[in-house]
């Protein structure tokens, strides 16, 4: 099993540029999340989805855009980047349930984002 | 909304020398996990804890969680140069599907 997989690992972007990021996981996990991650802020979330077609807003989700059209598949897209956006980029995924059981994000090697 | 406040930011130790990260949660949290980052790395899991007052163990690593359910620490029992990176917190209220992550302790540790 390949686990949390992103693509690509790092792009560069002059401002305004569009692109899309992809996370695939071969896990079968219903939820998956986009954090992004700069120093001295640990882990924010922009966007998760809990199920194939759903998505929903998180803690910075302002310039970002999400699709879950297959379970195995999460975009997040930037339709005009900004140097604000300059991260890491970390997806991640879980499996379903809240109860006492295991509930572990799984998180990709995450994308090096630059934007000039 | 929920905030997870998480401390020392940094913390560098002698090897051999024990490591401790504190966490606090602004509501009470149903589960907090542990996640290790490796430097140039992805964070990793480490351990779940559940219940009010749990301790749980990993060889040198001892968790624990708070009695009120919104507090829980890392101890590192006498370092060693492996257990170098960042150490995060992840909170959970409710039933909520979202994990709130503390900004990390970086941990560096001298040979």
């Known amino acids: 099993n390949a686990g949390v997989t992103q693509t690509p690992k790092f792009r560069v972007l002059k401002t305004g540029q569009s692109m899309t990021l992809l996370c695939a996981q071969d896990?079968?996990?219903?939820?998956m999340y986009w954090y992004r991650q700069d120093p001295g802020m640990g882990l924010r979330l922009i966007h998760y989805?809990?199920?194939?077609?759903t998505t929903a807003k998180g803690e910075v989700p302002d310039g970002y855009n999400v699709s879950r059209l297959k379970k195995q598949n999460f975009l997040l897209g930037l339709e005009s980047a900004a140097p604000s956006q300059t991260s890491v980029y970390f997806c991640?995924?879980?499996?379903w349930g809240t109860g006492l059981a295991n509930n572990e994000q799984f998180f990709g090697p995450g994308t090096r984002l630059t934007v000039l | 909304g929920q905030q997870v406040m998480q401390i020392p930011q940094y913390q560098h130790v002698q090897e051999g020398e024990d490591f401790t990260t504190y966490c606090n949660s602004s509501?009470?949290?149903?589960?907090i996990q542990w996640y290790k980052q490796r430097p140039g790395g992805h964070p990793v899991f480490l351990i779940q804890?559940?219940?009010?007052?749990e301790v749980k163990k990993q060889k040198r690593l001892t968790f624990q969680f708070g009695e009120a359910k919104k507090n829980s620490s890392l101890h590192i029992t006498a370092t060693q140069t492996t257990d170098v990176g960042t150490y995060f917190c992840?909170?959970?209220?409710?039933?909520?599907?979202?994990?709130?992550f503390g900004k990390g302790t970086k941990l560096t540790v001298n040979p």
């Open positions: 991640a995924s879980s499996a």
């Open positions: 896990m079968n996990h219903e939820y």
């Open positions: 989805s809990v199920g194939e077609g």
């Open positions: 509501t009470t949290l149903s589960n």
């Open positions: 804890l559940v219940k009010s007052g």
């Open positions: 992840a909170g959970r209220e409710g039933g909520s599907e979202k994990l709130v």
